[in-house]
């Protein structure tokens, strides 16, 4: 098992820019979700999904789009990059009350 | 709002002392996590904890949920180089999403 895998691991993106950060899972987890983290604030959470089709917001959603087709993939697509997006963005899967990590993309915009 | 506050921020001590970390809310959690991250990955779940009261215990470290399920203690017994990282608490909530507080950066010198 591979558990939580993301790519790429580093991007670096111009003001304006758009993209997509890919996650997948081989759990077979319902439940996944995306955080961003920043120096002294932790995991925020942007968007989640209790399963193929359902998506949600979370505590910061603005400029993040999700979209769920399958139970593996999860991928997040920023649409327009700002520098308030730099930051490190992991996503996780879950069973029950335990999280799995993937291994985070860092993302610089300029 | 939902917060977890974490205390200390920042930790440095010598190999063999204890610790204790804590995670305190306001607000009443179904269950909750510590996790453990490493410069570069994700965070790695410790413990997950979900009745009032539980203590668990895992090697050197001591896991505790208060009796109202609105605070946390970790202990960690005669701390190792090999016990450095990020140590973050996380909240339930609603059964789907979780709440994590900004993290205690443990650093223990040889």
């Known amino acids: 098992n591979a558990g939580v895998t993301q790519t790429p691991k580093f991007q670096v993106l111009k003001t304006g820019q758009s993209m997509t950060l890919q996650c997948a899972q081989d759990?077979?987890?319902?439940?996944m979700s995306w955080y961003r983290q920043d120096p002294g604030m932790g995991l925020r959470l942007i968007h989640y999904?209790?399963?193929?089709?359902?998506?949600d917001q979370g505590e910061v959603p603005n400029g993040y789009n999700v979209s769920r087709s399958t139970t593996e993939d999860f991928p997040l697509r920023l649409l327009s990059a700002a520098p308030s997006q730099t930051s490190v963005y992991f996503c996780?899967?879950?069973?029950?009350?335990?999280?799995?990590f993937g291994p985070g993309t860092r993302l610089t915009v300029t | 709002t939902q917060l977890l506050e974490q205390s200390p921020q920042f930790l440095s001590i010598q190999e063999g002392e204890n610790l204790t970390v804590y995670c305190n809310s306001s607000?009443?959690?179904?269950?909750l996590q510590w996790y453990r991250q490493e410069p570069g990955e994700g965070p790695v779940l410790l413990v997950t904890?979900?009745?009032?009261?539980e203590v668990k215990k895992l090697k050197r470290l001591t896991f505790q949920f208060g009796d109202a399920r609105k605070d946390s203690s970790l202990h960690i017994t005669a701390a190792q180089t090999g016990d450095t990282g990020l140590y973050l608490c996380?909240?339930?909530?609603?059964?789907?999403?979780?709440?994590f507080g900004a993290g205690t950066r443990l650093f223990v010198k040889a």
């Open positions: 996380a909240g339930g909530v609603g059964g789907f999403k979780t709440i």
């Open positions: 607000s009443v959690f179904s269950s």
């Open positions: 999904s209790v399963g193929a089709g359902i998506t």
């Open positions: 904890v979900v009745t009032g009261g």
């Open positions: 996780a899967s879950k069973k029950q009350y335990e999280q799995y």
């Open positions: 759990m077979n987890h319902e439940y």
